[in-house]
């Protein structure tokens, strides 16, 4: 009689994925175009023969077929994988220790130089393996090569400690290091001493990291304490780690809830409730053991940016969830679904940027993914589906090539066929001239005439995703490229050289500013500048990661210019570590708000952003680029056109088109600015819904701004003049001066204006406003407002505009300047602007005439007839003695007193 074995519920769960996957195995034609998922089906075979303790010849025999399957298939990670798991089988299932030590040799040449260290560590494990066989004498120490491969794997070890770029890998590294000097320290008390002291160090450091393993190294250590009982070094390193796991669990704990609250915000639609929670959730869920849930967190903050319009806070969020997720398949050679969704998301998040290189290197990865995923039926039914509708949108974008920029298509056809973008194909040829070609080959009926064509195309790119869109795509085909942002109204500008340093630096100084000040819309954080500009220029002269200078003085343009300089290196992620990033960017980004910004209660403004939000770690600790970049695509990402581009210049369609196919149009008009017009006076309360920010993206509001605040402190206006400049030829020209204490900044406001506006103010931007009867105790005081003229502004019904005004206070003895400028001014119908110089002692005055802007419109008029929504209302003090007329009854000034007061009582 044989005696039969009971298999339990795992070995039967065991057999029939071994069965399963045999037969699969078996099947030629199913991992066409997926060998990838071959060589991990085969190594996942071969363990599963072991666990199931089947006799060695088989489970040698699968090992065999794997590694050979992995030579001709496998990727680098794999043929390591293989032959590791093949020496771990040998020592623990076969106690076989000569086959340990020949296939280490295999494994050390396949991890020495690797960047990963993981890699390494898969090495180190074998080490403390052949380690113990020759403690145990079951291998002899010239046999095992045990000093040799000790110092071979120290090198490298220390190779990796020497990336400061990297602060999880140095400090894993040195983790591992100290267990190998853990195994060696055996009777040496006082290494063992040190060994302990600096295991406390490492959990010191580890506690920012965000990839450190921090639990497998607890349960190691908790290990160890069962050989030293009575340590002291020991006690006081268990109570560190003890510690350091409440903390960690505490945070996790906090993290899922933060989570799940922020993903039910976000559902109901209030992203900017969202970003607050799930900023929040990302920092407390910044573990090695909760990264399922930080790439969750990561994932779903970059979809409540998007919806708020702040794409480069979304893309490096997304960046770094997808990251997160790789880091899992170069741990464990696991591709998951997390990787495959935000590289999908990766591609919408490009497109809105309109950047054609970037997307395409999206596509392709996911495309890579999903072979290697293995879809069912309707999932790959679901991934076809959203993979066309971005290959039609990726068309439109196409279509939008500024004519200047077609020739940067020419390579590109190939490429998108390559990539099965059918509908992006038939874009580029039309957009190139190739006509001819879409008829030859079916994809244009032959019975279309040009016309019909055309109809075509224009219904295409007219589609309603063209409203999301840039108005032209970005090829990066040019040393220079600008990066275009949108931030509480500002438009921002990022002048980059196209280097992958310099494009990196750039995105996330524009990814933390977004993230910071994205919930920031319903703050009393009032911007004052329209227009903000970053200039990105690689310096040799540069000590740290970056270093930068707001520009105060010598800017002929209206705005706020930023220079950043970086330091130059051939790798693009040298240098540019977390720590050293994040501490530069967070003194940027919060130089510049007060630059560009009145932030009336600055210490309860941050401490709100630090406290209740974690702004300062969604914004720094969350948006290096660089390293998520490095992470996914490696050391030569395919981000601008010159990497997309192919050899065989056989396969380029050259340019044909002679004149531009849509007569210059772009686009045609999007439903927002078909529905934009003027803004017109209001009556009674504000409507609740105009305050409500919820619903309100960033580019929904604009700041309208023609002063530069800082220049206009500098200048310090004091004072109105009235002025006549003799004409020979007419009567004398009426000037209006401005006059300031600080003759070179007043010069430079209007050098500033004049390089915006010319000579002469044609649309009347600058509205210029005299308010009389301010002062019942002085009936010839008056005010003069100074600012953005609202009747040129053009906006939809469900946006927002902030504009800034300058107001000055003249208290003459008499209305007799004053009247004389009217009168003359009703004669000719135009005066100059100009600026003007007044002493301390207001003894003396100079107009600089030849600075001057020739203007139409003035506005002047009494205080009592400015109402609540009046565009002159910010010349109104609440503590006005206003004249009013006896016979007005309810003079529209009352109502508008008791809304300035409402304000300022908020």
Not at 304 to 330: I, K, P, V
Request: negative net charge; hydrophobic residues 40%; charged residues 25%.
């Amino acid at each position: 009689m044989t005696q039969s074995i009971k298999k339990g519920s795992l070995d039967t769960a065991r057999e029939s994925e071994l069965n399963e996957l045999e037969t699969q195995i078996q099947d030629p034609t199913r991992y066409q175009g997926i060998e990838y998922q071959l060589v991990e089906d085969c190594i996942e075979v071969a363990k599963l023969a072991r666990e199931l303790e089947l006799p060695r010849i088989e489970v040698d025999g699968r090992f065999a077929r794997a590694e050979r399957i992995a030579e001709q298939y496998g990727t680098h990670r794999q043929k390591l994988q293989c032959a590791y798991d093949k020496a771990w089988t040998s020592f623990w299932w076969h106690d076989d220790f000569n086959t340990l030590n020949q296939i280490y040799d295999n494994v050390e040449c396949l991890t020495v130089g690797s960047d990963q260290v993981t890699d390494i560590e898969l090495l180190a494990n074998l080490w403390q393996l052949l380690w113990t066989t020759v403690q145990r004498s079951q291998l002899n120490a010239s046999d095992a090569k045990i000093d040799a491969r000790t110092e071979a794997l120290r090198i490298e070890l220390q190779r990796l400690q020497a990336d400061k770029d990297r602060p999880s890998t140095v400090l894993q590294s040195r983790s591992i290091e100290l267990l190998m000097d853990l195994s060696q320290s055996h009777d040496k008390p006082l290494e063992l001493k040190r060994i302990l002291s600096d295991f406390r160090k490492v959990f010191e450091e580890g506690k920012g990291l965000v990839n450190f393993p921090v639990t497998p190294l607890i349960k190691i250590l908790m290990k160890l304490g069962e050989y030293l009982p009575n340590d002291p070094d020991f006690d006081e390193l268990f109570e560190s780690v003890l510690l350091l796991s409440q903390e960690r669990e505490s945070r996790a704990t906090s993290g899922r809830m933060l989570l799940t609250r922020g993903n039910q915000k976000l559902i109901s639609g209030n992203h900017y409730e969202a970003i607050r929670l799930l900023g929040r959730a990302q920092h407390d869920l910044a573990m090695r053991e909760c990264r399922g849930e930080l790439i969750a967190a990561l994932a779903l903050c970059a979809s409540a940016y998007e919806s708020a319009g702040l794409l480069w806070a979304a893309r490096s969020n997304m960046l770094l969830a997808a990251s997160q997720a790789f880091n899992q398949y170069w741990e464990d050679g696991a591709i998951t679904i997390q990787t495959f969704a935000c590289l999908q998301r990766l591609i919408w998040i490009e497109l809105q940027l309109g950047r054609i290189p970037s997307t395409l290197t999206w596509i392709e990865n996911a495309t890579v993914i999903a072979q290697v995923l293995e879809f069912d039926e309707e999932a790959q039914e679901r991934f076809l589906k959203e993979r066309e509708t971005q290959d039609q949108v990726l068309g439109i974008l196409l279509l939008k090539t500024a004519f200047k920029d077609l020739h940067c298509l020419e390579s590109i056809p190939e490429i998108l066929e390559n990539l099965g973008l059918n509908h992006s194909f038939i874009a580029s040829l039309y957009a190139l001239g190739h006509e001819d070609a879409l008829r030859s080959e079916g994809w244009i009926p032959q019975e279309e005439n040009e016309s019909s064509v055309r109809e075509l195309f224009d219904a295409w790119i007219a589609q309603p995703a063209s409203n999301d869109l840039p108005e032209v795509p970005e090829f990066l085909a040019e040393d220079k490229v600008d990066l275009i942002s949108q931030v509480l109204g500002c438009n921002i500008v990022a002048e980059t050289p196209s280097s992958n340093r310099s494009l990196f630096i750039s995105e996330s100084i524009l990814a933390a500013f977004e993230a910071f000040l994205a919930t920031s819309l319903d703050s009393k954080l009032f911007p004052h500048q329209s227009n903000i500009r970053f200039q990105i220029i690689p310096s040799n002269s540069v000590p740290d990661v970056i270093d930068f200078q707001i520009e105060e003085e010598n800017s002929t343009h209206l705005g706020t210019l930023v220079k950043v300089q970086h330091s130059v290196n051939e790798s693009y992620i040298a240098d540019i570590n977390s720590e050293t990033l994040n501490k530069k960017l967070a003194e940027l980004i919060i130089q510049l708000v007060f630059h560009i910004a009145f932030v009336p209660d600055s210490e309860q403004y941050f401490d709100r952003l630090l406290r209740e939000e974690s702004a300062f770690s969604r914004a720094f600790d969350f948006t290096n680029v660089a390293t998520a970049i490095w992470n996914i695509l490696g050391k030569t990402p395919k981000i601008r056109l010159a990497d997309w581009q192919l050899n065989n210049t056989e396969n380029k369609f050259p340019l044909r088109r002679v004149v531009v196919w849509n007569n210059g149009s772009t686009q045609t008009a999007s439903v927002e600015q078909t529905t934009q017009t003027k803004p017109s006076l209001g009556q009674g309360e504000v409507p609740p819904e105009l305050r409500n920010v919820d619903r309100l993206k960033h580019r929904d509001r604009k700041v309208y701004s023609l002063l530069d605040v800082a220049l206009w402190d500098k200048a310090s206006w004091k004072g109105t003049g009235f002025g006549l400049i003799p004409n020979k030829q007419n009567l004398p020209l009426l000037e209006l001066a401005l006059l300031f204490r600080n003759e070179a900044a007043s010069k430079q406001i209007f050098s500033q204006w004049k390089q915006e506006f010319g000579d002469e103010d044609i649309e009347e931007k600058i509205r210029v406003s005299i308010i009389t009867g301010i002062d019942a105790n002085n009936p010839a005081a008056y005010r003069v407002v100074i600012g953005v003229n609202p009747e040129w502004i053009k906006a939809s019904s469900d946006s927002q505009f902030i504009l800034t005004y300058r107001i000055n206070t003249m208290e003459p003895k008499n209305s007799r300047n004053l009247d004389q400028f009217s009168t003359f001014f009703e004669k000719t119908g135009f005066y100059i602007l100009v600026p003007g110089y007044i002493s301390q002692d207001f003894s003396r005055t100079e107009f600089f005439w030849e600075l001057g802007i020739l203007k139409r419109q003035i506005f002047i008029r009494p205080a009592w007839q400015i109402a609540e929504h009046d565009p002159d209302l910010c010349g109104i003090q609440p503590d006005d003695k206003i004249i009013l007329p006896k016979d007005v009854k309810d003079p529209p000034v009352i109502r508008a007193l008791a809304q300035i007061r409402k304000m300022r009582s908020r």
